[in-house]
């Protein structure tokens, strides 16, 4: 059993997409106490972090994301989302939420920039 991601897809240059992460309880029983993060991997590079959020809402970006994404947790639905603005091809990539402290990943949802 994985984390649940969703919300891929193709975009323009300067256009927005939001990716949403579902826990399901099998796996984070207690999802409020997670610290949670999206990473992503571009085709022949390393997986990066790009957003981690805390149990007590601190937010941690990527340089590269700064400004543009936003990271947030509604723990009543067990869910992170990743909010991506003013997408540029850079941002192409496969992108995994994960929780560091069990080591789930979700299946990977493909992000597409194009110019």
């Known amino acids: 059993v994985q984390l649940q991601a969703s919300g891929g897809g193709l975009a323009q240059a300067g256009g927005s997409l939001r990716l949403s992460c579902a826990a399901p309880?099998?796996?984070?029983?207690s999802f409020w106490i997670y610290r949670m993060g999206w990473y992503r991997q571009a085709p022949g590079k390393e997986r990066e972090l790009v957003a981690e959020i805390s149990n007590s809402d601190s937010t941690v970006y990527a340089d590269s994301v700064k400004g543009r994404f936003t990271i947030s947790r509604d723990n009543a639905k067990r869910r992170v989302s990743l909010q991506m603005n003013s997408l540029r091809p850079e941002d192409t990539a496969v992108y995994y939420c994960?929780?560091?402290?069990?080591?789930?990943w979700g299946q990977g949802t493909q992000v597409t920039v194009s110019s």
């Open positions: 309880r099998s796996i984070l029983s």
């Open positions: 994960h929780e560091s402290t069990t080591n789930s």
